[in-house]
């Protein structure tokens, strides 16, 4: 058995310091490193708020269109992927999915809603909230006359 160099205890490690010895260092300079990192990130962006903020928008503003194609030709490519991908979730989780349109019928959440006023206009559109609270009194009032 060795002894540590640091602690002066036993020591079955192959350096210097024990186990215990090692750990311990390394953590604190771990801490340390990572409080330093942090500062340094902070004070960076607090010197230099206008480059940032700059840099970030010409990034945007150069990169809009490209990233947009980007989006729409992956889509393209993996149509055909995504829609294999959903029929196969929706085959292996019928029961939930169920369960979750009984749910979100029974409680007419908002996108319930949206897809019964969907469906009655013949578009696909977001329908304002005024109009999600009308129909969603509607579909609760025709409950209640046929309850009755
Ligand atoms: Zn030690």
Known sequence: MKTCSKCGGESDSSGAWCKPCKNKYSKKHRETNREKLIEYARKYREENQEKIKK?????????????????????????????????????????????????????????????????????????PPELIEAKRLQVLINRQLKEN
Do not use: M, Q
């Open 55 to 127: 840099g970030r928008k010409k990034f945007n503003d150069n990169n809009k269109i490209k990233v947009n194609e980007w989006v729409k030709n992956w889509r393209d490519r993996n149509s055909e992927k995504f829609k294999k991908v959903r029929k196969n979730y929706r085959e292996r989780h019928k029961e939930k999915i169920k369960e979750k349109r009984r749910i979100d019928t029974k409680y007419c959440v908002d996108s319930y809603i949206s897809a019964l006023l969907n469906k009655r206009l013949k578009i696909k559109f977001r329908p």
